[in-house]
């Protein structure tokens, strides 16, 4: 039990007097004045008198007195103890020693020095003074000791001071304190209850009464008691006490309103930090009448000791959040109060809550629901709410979304109910999608297909189970088991219609990969009244495509018509091709005005130099040459590097030659075979040119043209190297075998055909996931053939393997030459979005900026598109437009279960916050935590700035939980996110960081 201050009473001062002669002019009548000014207490007159008796020689009895009355004077007038002290030192056998040492241990008496008392009057003698003198001094005494805590001596002095009169009454009270110091409270009531009424000392014996009682839990004496002496005069620490003890008795009356009142005075009266467990009263009070926040306020600073009073403090703050609908901070502290497990009953009624705020949605950081239930069904299997926890065991695997955790869970069970094998197949079919947005799509296959083989359990997942297992298929090349899928999908949506079109539209293009051209435009076609806005626009293309297949130009270009008119995201490419069956269909002159359209509308596109090159084609089938030689010349100057380009300039030799414009022609295919020797279209044109000049009888100047372009040359063809790599590329193309391949570029490393086989090793070797050997065949493709088309594919090949190390500087350049020799609107994306990660990487962000800008509306990827809005959106964060980079946040931010969707929600909410948007902060993140997003890094980020947020609103419980708990559970090892928890820990005055 607490101690309190005692209440001093007056002191009553020595004196001494004597008869002396006043009206003497020498030295004994100025000591006589002095003596008698001393008396009436005139104490400076006393001290002039004194101080005028210097002019006389005195004898040195005099001289002592004297000096006795003036040190006296001087201490009662206030001037402090050093005049006493000089006395002492200079008549250490003085008489008047006593009197000396006891006023100075009087001074630092009243001044409540009481050790430097108790040395000043170890100087007085036990028989130095009589009577109330002696009284006086062994109060001061016994006072002393006891406010030293050296109680036995104290009581000694209080003992003998009994009989007298005077100290009668202090000396029991006192007495009473030192029984109470003890503990001996029986003793000490008895004693303070002899103090009477009127004496100085009542209330605060009765104090000290009302105390007893409340820790005897006698709470309506204590009330009663403390309530008649509220308004009465006590030092401030008693007056705290007083509000405490009787606050907290009326808290266990049931009178919360008043405990309320009462316990708030105590708190703000409070030296120092309030005893916990009056925080915690008055926290249960504010629960009991629905002040939440105020019961959530003070239960916040009881947590801080792991003993039985903070688990019973942190169910109450639960049950406070999970009343005032936040879930997830009710949650957090169920957890922490389970966890503590220090009193059974709250242990098993904090789980229990913990379970209900689960199913409401509360999420704790990277919290095991599970085993926590599983662990309440071990510890407490005949609760009456086993079964309830059994329902959120289920509800839970799909809350935290914990599916591998929650497979093993279920494998354990000897006979799994009804129940859990449905729970298994949700589980497997969520599994399934998380891993195939993550891009694991083989492992999303497995886990789907487990689904599928359980689908008797639930109709509605079997369907979808069957669509994502189809979109799994077929990004694994595995068109005729997505179309088997996609079809059963069809097959067994029943009423529930809603995802037809997205699943015919699969189909299609499933077929469409086998080359069932009919069959993928009846899926296509079944699928795009249900389509909107790209997607409508992409299957009529494929529509398109599949009439152009099967020769119906006319019908080809409607539908490539239509794609345009929906808005497609490919307009380039179904404007070039409807231009293109305009030609199939010999209507030349409105070929030829399509095709201006796409160079004109579309400059930067793969189509525009294709559209060039048909132009071309267009009008040498109307005879007009001219007009096509200088549309060729026109595609050569606007796009060099082009393979339209070369096809244009091969074209454009033999439309020459075939007008007998010889030496115009040998000069194009010279050109042409010096600027790209390795390409397709310069050996078509060493071919004709060889022709040329055999008619003309001069091979041996053809042979000498093609010695300074390629120095191994040949005329004649090396019969073996042909035929060893076509019985390779045929073991290839029939069994994907590979192993003539590898011997066939063993031998003829710089081989005719060396550049093909190394393509097809490089496109065996990334089906394989083998990337490094992909990577150097596909180097060797753009070594050894770097016009060729087939570079392109290979520059394709190892942007993929490259973007695994975005920053380095083979990225860097491979993306570059994919980007310059692109002819697919697909390679030439890769090539840019390699391009822009390179330089996000290596902080230019107003490159990457850039290279994200050029993909605004490109045919990219669902999660390559959130990656390039991110780009963008960090970019201009980078840059100080922070207005422009919370706006382009917001895209990427919609899409949490991407890598750059999880980040960019984390960089926008710390935008947020830095702007003091809280609300908009705890929006963000909250859509973050909800959604489950599978990369922990960025999760944990989320959480830390969530705790940010609570932080700034002065919420200390939440923001210090959230950080408790992450560091708790958090499965992950990067220091930073452990060095972000403790920084903040710290921050909040937490005990927990360390």
Not at 205 to 233: K, M, S, T
Not at 413 to 419: F, G, W
Not at 962 to 968: G, P
Request: neutral net charge; aromatic residues 10%.
């Amino acid at each position: 039990m607490k101690k309190y201050g005692l209440i001093l009473l007056s002191l009553t001062a020595a004196s001494l007097s004597a008869q002396v002669p006043v009206t003497q002019t020498d030295a004994e009548g100025y000591l006589a004045r002095g003596k008698q000014l001393y008396e009436i207490r005139n104490y400076t007159g006393c001290i002039d008198q004194l101080r005028a008796m210097c002019q006389f020689d005195a004898p040195a009895d005099l001289v002592e007195e004297a000096e006795y009355y003036g040190a006296m004077a001087q201490y009662r007038r206030g001037d402090g103890v050093d005049a006493l002290r000089a006395f002492v030192a200079a008549h250490p056998a003085s008489v008047r020693r006593a009197n000396v040492w006891f006023a100075i241990g009087n001074e630092y008496f009243l001044r409540s020095a009481f050790a430097n008392a108790l040395s000043a009057y170890a100087n007085v003698p036990e028989t130095a003074f009589a009577g109330s003198e002696d009284a006086d001094l062994t109060y001061r005494r016994s006072f002393c000791y006891l406010r030293m805590a050296e109680f036995d001596k104290a009581k000694e002095g209080f003992d003998r001071l009994r009989s007298d009169r005077r100290y009668s009454e202090c000396a029991d009270f006192y007495t009473a304190y030192i029984q109470y110091s003890k503990a001996d409270y029986a003793a000490a009531e008895t004693g303070f209850r002899r103090v009477r009424s009127g004496s100085k000392l009542y209330n605060e014996a009765r104090f000290y009464i009302g105390q007893l009682r409340f820790h005897d839990a006698d709470y309506d004496a204590a009330v009663q008691i403390g309530n008649a002496l509220i308004g009465c005069e006590f030092p401030d620490d008693m007056k705290a006490e007083l509000y405490r003890y009787v606050g907290e008795s009326e808290y266990h009356l049931a009178n919360n309103d008043r405990a309320i009142s009462l316990l708030k005075q105590y708190t703000e009266l409070c030296q120092g930090t309030p005893q916990r467990t009056s925080l915690y009263i008055l926290g249960v009070a504010e629960f009991r009448e629905g002040n939440d926040e105020a019961a959530i306020a003070q239960l916040t600073d009881v947590v801080a000791e792991p003993d039985a009073l903070a688990q019973s403090a942190y169910l109450y703050i639960g049950q406070a959040y999970l009343r005032q609908d936040n879930v997830d901070a009710a949650a957090m502290a169920f957890e922490k109060a389970y966890k503590m497990d220090l009193d059974r009953d709250v242990t098993e009624t904090a789980l229990y809550n913990y379970a209900i705020a689960q199913s409401k949605g509360g999420r704790v950081p990277f919290a095991n629901s599970v085993t926590i239930f599983e662990d309440f069904l071990n510890r407490f299997p005949n609760s009456k709410n086993a079964a309830q926890v059994e329902d959120y065991i289920i509800n839970s695997y799909m809350a935290d979304r914990n599916y591998t955790s929650a497979l093993a869970t279920i494998a354990k069970l000897r006979k799994p109910s009804e129940k859990m094998l449905r729970a298994k197949q949700n589980i497997l079919y969520h599994l399934g999608v998380q891993q195939f947005n993550a891009g694991r799509t083989a492992d999303a296959v497995k886990s789907l297909e487990q689904a599928a083989a359980l689908a008797s359990h639930d109709k509605a997942v079997a369907a979808e189970t069957q669509l994502w297992l189809a979109e799994a298929y077929y990004k694994n090349r595995r068109y005729s088991d997505a179309e088997a899928a996609y079809r059963k999908h069809l097959a067994n949506t029943g009423r529930m219609k809603s995802n037809d079109a997205v699943s015919n539209f699969g189909l299609g293009y499933a077929l469409y990969q086998q080359k069932k051209y009919e069959a993928a435009r009846k899926a296509f076609s079944s699928a795009v009244d249900g389509l909107t806005g790209s997607l409508k626009g992409d299957a009529n293309n494929r529509i398109g495509d599949c009439y152009y297949y099967a020769r119906n130009y006319s019908q080809a270009a409607t539908y490539y018509d239509r794609a345009l008119a929906d808005g497609s995201t490919a307009a380039d490419y179904s404007l070039f091709q409807k231009g293109f069956m305009l030609g199939l269909q010999k209507r030349h002159d409105e070929k030829i005005k399509i095709m201006d359209r796409v160079v004109a509308d579309y400059p930067s596109s793969v189509y525009a130099p294709k559209a060039l090159y048909e132009k071309a084609q267009a009008y040498i089938a109307l005879g007009k040459n001219e007009s096509a030689e200088s549309t060729i010349h026109s595609l050569m100057k606007k796009y060099p590097k082009s393979s339209d380009s070369r096809a244009g300039q091969l074209q454009l030799a033999m439309l020459l030659n075939a007008q007998g414009r010889v030496a115009d022609a040998k000069k194009e295919y010279r050109s042409l075979i010096k600027s790209a020797p390795t390409s397709d279209e310069a050996k078509a044109a060493a071919e004709d040119l060889k022709v040329i000049y055999a008619n003309e009888g001069n091979l041996a100047e053809f042979a000498k043209f093609m010695k300074g372009v390629d120095s191994s040359y040949q005329i004649d063809e090396n019969e073996m190297d042909r035929l060893t790599f076509q019985s390779a590329e045929n073991d290839y193309i029939a069994d994907g075998k590979t192993a003539k391949l590898a011997a066939y570029v063993k031998s003829y490393p710089a081989g005719a055909y060396a550049a093909q086989a190394n393509y097809y090793l490089a496109e065996s070797a990334i089906a394989a996931g083998k990337t490094a050997d992909a990577l150097a065949y596909a180097e060797r493709v753009a070594a050894l053939a770097p016009d060729a088309s087939i570079a392109e594919n290979a520059l394709a090949i190892a942007s993929d393997v490259l973007a695994d190390t975005p920053a380095s500087e083979k990225a860097k350049t491979i993306n570059e030459q994919l980007l310059s020799r692109a002819t697919v609107e697909a390679n030439r994306c890769k090539a840019l979005l390699g391009l822009m990660r390179y330089f996000r990487e290596k902080g230019n962000n107003a490159k990457a900026l850039d290279y994200a800008n050029r993909l605004t509306g490109a045919a990219v990827a669902d999660d390559d598109l959130v990656e390039v809005e991110y780009t963008r959106a960090a970019a201009l964060a980078a840059t100080g437009k922070t207005a422009d980079a919370i706006k382009a946040y917001a895209a990427p931010a919609q899409k949490p279960q991407s890598l750059y969707g999880a980040r960019a929600s984390v960089e926008l909410a710390e935008l947020y916050i830095k702007s003091n948007k809280l609300s908009d902060a705890e929006r963000v993140l909250k859509r973050l935590v909800d959604t489950g997003t599978p990369h922990q890094y960025w999760l944990a980020r989320g959480f830390i700035a969530l705790s940010d947020v609570y932080a700034r609103r002065g919420d200390k419980f939440q923001a210090r939980e959230y950080l408790l708990s992450l560091k708790e559970n958090y499965p992950g090892t990067e220091s930073d996110i452990f060095e972000m928890i403790n920084t903040r820990l710290n921050e909040l005055g937490s005990s927990n960081a360390k």
